[in-house]
């Protein structure tokens, strides 16, 4: 008799314990306008050669900045890409946050930003959204350290939910574990 309570104490702390009905953290702090939905482009990112990038930097290449639409100058963030289970940033992915923070500062002076957080699929659906968002917080406090104003800046993790490659190999799970810039007006 003892074991058959005993079992169904273990067995009903079992189902009671069992998933947790949490939601995941999103930063929801607001902006002070809620901008209206719009249908954005897909863009493909373009790489640039060093002699494509020696074109004349005057004051001219600002002028050119400062006129250029909000989906030229998200085509011109790039990913930041991660290693497995880490969020913190290597030297080549620093350079793209410096790179992403002097375009936020002069032709993407008017808009905010959204970093979107992505895992790969190891891991739990939990785990992998609390691992997006500590990514794009530490997206996030590289851009304040470079000089963009923390209130223009919005985080959410989409966890594993958001794959850009579905392919069960090294490279492809590699190209999941990032950190997207969106544009907000």
């Given amino acids: 008799m003892k074991s058959i309570v005993l079992s169904s104490v273990v067995v009903a702390l079992l189902v009671f314990s069992g998933c947790s009905t949490n939601k995941p953290a999103v930063d929801t702090k607001k902006t002070t306008e809620t901008p209206a939905p719009q249908e954005v482009e897909a863009v493909e990112i373009e790489t640039v050669s060093p002699e494509d ?25 790039s990913s930041v890409y991660f290693a497995f289970d880490k969020y913190n940033l290597n030297a080549d992915m620093q350079e793209k ?4 923070a002097e375009l ?3 032709g993407a002076s008017q808009y905010n930003v959204k970093l979107e957080g992505n895992c790969d699929e190891w891991g739990s ?7 997006g968002l500590k990514r794009a917080d530490t997206v996030k406090k590289a851009l304040v350290a470079e ?3 923390a209130s223009r800046i919005s985080m959410v993790s989409y966890g594993e939910s958001n794959p850009v490659c ?6 492809c799970y590699a190209k999941n574990r990032r950190v997207d810039f969106k544009l907000l007006p």
């Fill in 53 to 77: 990038s020696m074109v004349d930097s005057s004051s001219n290449a600002s002028d050119t900045v400062g006129q250029m639409s909000m989906s030229d100058i998200e085509s011109k963030l």
């Fill in 97 to 100: 946050v410096a790179k992403a």
């Fill in 104 to 106: 936020g500062k002069s």
């Fill in 125 to 131: 659906d939990e785990y992998n959204f609390a691992l």
């Fill in 147 to 149: 000089g963009i104003d």
């Fill in 166 to 171: 579905t392919a069960q190999t090294k490279e």
